[in-house]
């Protein structure tokens, strides 16, 4: 009976010993600061959901506009130039995130890559880098924006003024004056200066739409002038020119993100903006070619492409049909868009080859000819050695459709 008595006052007390384990560690967790553990799972679950966001966007974009629109795009939010990009050779979907978080971290591509191919998240990316996960969210979502709208404006990318073979949204000199589009006071040659030209790019997208409203590849939120009309934007009523003042446009430096969510940056939902009494209608159809203006504030930072109000001003309706609507109030977006959402579009083969220099344009950037086939050289374009017509030099870059290269280096060789 004593012995009986032994084990099963040892079994009651490993028992006890083993209940209190979990209690323990429950009372560890109810004790630490639980506000700062859900703030970093809230977090990490945007930041992860925007990047992916971001990679779908990039696909539709290449898909309605070509993989070096999509390259540009991402190039003037990632400040990775774009021919650096394209010649890795790997789909632009899937480097969107890692070209956005290598400039959130200061870190290289090919690091943030690497990183992520072996399994490591967005979120841990920016985590172990030390920078700042909302400002990493920030740049995030206004980069789906930009990408957002320049998908929506996939019908205006062949748009080219000068007829040099580089679209507006690509050409560094839109109107072929021999000024670059940073130093020009009517940077379409329309005879409309900047300050008061509502797409002041000419590329199709009104200035309070546009992600790089001056064409000068550099994103609006790095931009100390976005709108090119020689006043600084701290100093500046309409900062982003789309016509409305600051004080009642609902995004004032023209981000795609609501100025009242700050605290959030998030972007815009479904047409809901600030200011005014009109309402902004937006009807979508899945075609991708809406042509209307709306006035209401909104994007939207889903994938689902619902329909949305347009910037305050005259903003184009989203890519989901046809917009219309009064007053600088708050857009409402309504019908779905039915058009695939997939594709992955072609980044083109690399190109090399040797040859004279046959003709180029005097400002240099253009289409060149050399060895009989076009080469188009961007501000992207390292161009090494004393370079001139009747010259040998070395292309290097990519091959496009249309039997052109985009070269990312041309190099001076010796007789």
Do not use: C
Not at 216 to 245: L, T
């Amino acid at each position: 009976m004593r012995i009986k008595r032994t084990i099963d006052s040892w079994v009651l007390a490993v028992a006890v010993a083993l209940m209190a384990l979990p209690l323990g560690g429950l009372f560890s967790y109810l004790s630490s600061p639980q506000e700062v553990r859900a703030d970093g799972v809230e977090n990490a679950t945007r930041l992860s959901r925007v990047a992916r966001q971001l990679s779908r966007e990039i696909a539709k974009l290449e898909k309605g506009g070509g993989f070096e629109l999509a390259a540009h795009v991402l190039s003037v939010h990632s400040r990775i130039p774009a021919y650096e990009m394209l010649s890795r050779g790997v789909k632009l979907k899937e480097l969107g995130p890692s070209a956005m978080a290598a400039r959130i971290t200061g870190q290289s591509l090919d690091y943030v890559s690497g990183y992520l191919a072996s399994g490591a998240t967005i979120d841990e990316v920016i985590a172990r880098s030390g920078a700042d996960e909302r400002e990493a969210y920030n740049l995030f979502a206004a980069s789906l924006v930009g990408v957002q709208h320049n998908r929506r404006n996939a019908a205006n990318s062949a748009l080219d003024f000068d007829g040099d073979g580089l679209s507006n949204a690509l050409d560094p000199d839109i109107d072929n004056d021999k000024l670059l589009n940073s130093e020009d006071h009517d940077i379409d040659g329309d005879g409309l200066a900047n300050a008061v030209d509502e797409d002041l790019d000419g590329d199709g997208m009104d200035n309070g739409r546009d992600d790089d409203t001056d064409a000068d590849m550099v994103a609006n939120y790095d931009d100390s002038d976005m709108d090119a009309d020689s006043v600084a934007n701290e100093s500046d009523d309409d900062i982003d020119g789309d016509g409305v003042p600051n004080a009642d446009d609902g995004d004032a430096d023209g981000d795609g993100i609501n100025d009242d969510s700050r605290g959030g940056l998030s972007p815009q939902k479904k047409g809901q903006g600030s200011g005014g009494n009109g309402n902004g209608n937006g009807n979508g159809n899945g075609n991708g070619n809406g042509n209307g203006n709306a006035n209401g504030n909104g994007d939207d930072d889903d994938d689902d492409d619902n329909g949305n109000g347009n910037g305050n001003g005259n903003g184009n309706s989203n890519s989901n049909g046809n917009g219309n609507g009064n007053g600088n109030g708050n857009g409402n977006g309504n019908g779905n868009s039915n058009g695939n959402a997939n594709g992955n579009g072609s980044q083109g083969t690399s190109a090399s080859f040797k040859g004279l220099v046959q003709d180029m344009p005097s400002q240099v950037i253009g289409t060149w000819r050399i060895n009989g086939r076009a080469v188009v050289v961007t501000q992207s374009t390292t161009i090494k050695g004393s370079v001139r017509v009747g010259v040998k030099v070395k292309v290097t870059g990519i091959s496009r459709a249309d039997g052109s290269v985009l070269a990312s280096k041309i190099k001076k060789k010796s007789s």
